[in-house]
């Protein structure tokens, strides 16, 4: 019925790596904070794992690289932030948020996890 009636459909199964599925009747833009969540806990998390061993595998490669210690997990979603922030000052665009976001939702998942493996 709502696809007739050119209503958006979200089906959403929350819950760890949920999978999110959408279905329009046409083309109706998703709020980027909504499409940053679906973004960070859907598919890209099966590909990449948790962001706090992904962070954590890229945190001990910038130290290598830098020659300091390894950068800690939340300091990489923060600097994953600023490198979004530098592009839209550059050139706008909605990608650069969404992203700027979803980087933001993954500085959240490492806290929160880094609690529960330390219990």
């Not at 007739?4 to 083309?27: C, F, Q």
């Not at 679906?38 to 830098?66: C, E, K, V």
Request: hydrophobic share 40%; charged share 25%; with cysteine.
């Amino acid at each position: 019925i709502a696809l007739s009636l050119d209503i958006p459909v979200v089906e959403y199964n929350h819950g760890w790596g949920g999978m999110v599925t959408r279905s329009y009747a046409k083309r109706v833009p998703i709020p980027p904070l909504l499409e940053a969540h679906t973004l960070i806990n859907g598919p890209r998390q099966g590909s990449y794992g948790h962001p706090l061993d992904d962070f954590s595998r890229t945190g001990r490669m910038w130290g290598a690289i830098l020659g300091t210690g390894d950068v800690p997990a939340e300091k990489v979603a923060l600097m994953m932030v600023a490198v979004k922030i530098s592009r839209e000052v550059n050139q706008p665009g909605l990608d650069n948020r969404v992203d700027g976001a979803g980087y933001l939702g993954c500085l959240d998942m490492v806290i929160e996890e880094r609690k529960r493996r330390e219990k």
